[in-house]
């Protein structure tokens, strides 16, 4: 499988996917600048996190309009899986490729942590290596992660089973302890209607060696391969 690892100015963990997908799993990957238009060689986009263009406006919201994101748009309505990573998810959503937006942390602090997850719908290319229910164990970096929607897109979003995870505690119970950053719903991942766009603010990236502090991270890079592979 051949992944791009979109590299926007600013980007930080570009790098990390890199590693992972090459030296872990065994893939083909390509740092991508993000000044390429066709993207059509590759079975998958990865947009990292980091803080592109300096996050200023907002975060992802100068990104959106690199050469690149074209290109990102064709991969998606070509049903081709991308995921969004942090500032990726932040961008995804600036492009309109995800509803929604994340705002500053509810406590106005910049938070590193690890945190759970339960997986909510185990029926997508990211998440087909999971079980229902199942909790993931990653870690949060981000001071602009809450995710927020209108009530209308909310609605749609649980009745159409994209709210892909949610912060939880360690048991896999949804509470407002256990959210990092004020998400509505706690909400830490959704996919577009199509299902093959994915945007998460964990970094799956950061968990998939014992060495770093887990490897649950790598459920969501195994479910891309497994679908990829039918």
């Known amino acids: 499988m051949r992944f791009a690892v979109v590299v926007f100015p600013g980007t ?3 790098y990390d996917c890199h590693y992972v997908l090459t030296e872990i799993l065994g893939q ?5 600048w993000h000044r390429e238009r066709d993207l059509s060689s590759f079975d998958c986009v990865v947009l990292p996190g980091g803080f592109s263009y300096g996050d200023y406006l907002r975060p992802g919201a100068i990104a959106r309009f690199s050469p690149v994101m074209e290109a990102v748009m064709r991969h998606a309505q ?13 961008i995804l959503c600036e492009a309109g490729l995800l509803p929604g937006a994340l705002l500053r942390n509810a406590h106005l602090e910049y938070r ?3 945190v759970h997850l339960r997986v909510e719908n185990p029926y997508t290319p990211f998440t087909c290596a999971c079980r229902q229910g199942q909790v ?19 609605t749609v979003l649980q009745a159409e089973g994209r709210v892909t ?5 360690s048991e896999g119970e949804v509470t407002e302890e256990a959210n990092p950053n ?13 299902g093959n766009v994915l945007g998460m603010m964990p970094h799956p990236e950061r968990a998939c060696e014992a060495l770093l502090g887990g490897e649950d ?6 479910s891309i391969i497994q679908w990829a592979k039918g």
Not at 28 to 32: I, P, S
Not at 137 to 154: F, K, N, V
Not at 185 to 192: D, M, Y
Not at 217 to 222: D, K, Q, S, T
Request: glycine share 12%; with cysteine; proline share 4%.
């Open 12 to 14: 930080w963990s570009d």
């Open 28 to 32: 083909e990957a390509e740092l991508v």
């Open 78 to 90: 070509a049903g081709k899986p991308i995921i969004g990573i942090c500032n990726g998810f932040q």
């Open 112 to 114: 590193c942590q690890w």
């Open 136 to 154: 993931l164990r990653m870690p949060i970096s981000h001071g602009e992660g809450r995710y927020y929607a209108d009530p209308e897109t909310l």
């Open 165 to 169: 995870f949610r912060y939880c505690t």
């Open 182 to 194: 004020g998400s509505l719903h706690n909400i830490a991942g959704i996919v577009n209607e199509r």
């Open 217 to 222: 991270g790598l459920y969501i890079w195994r």
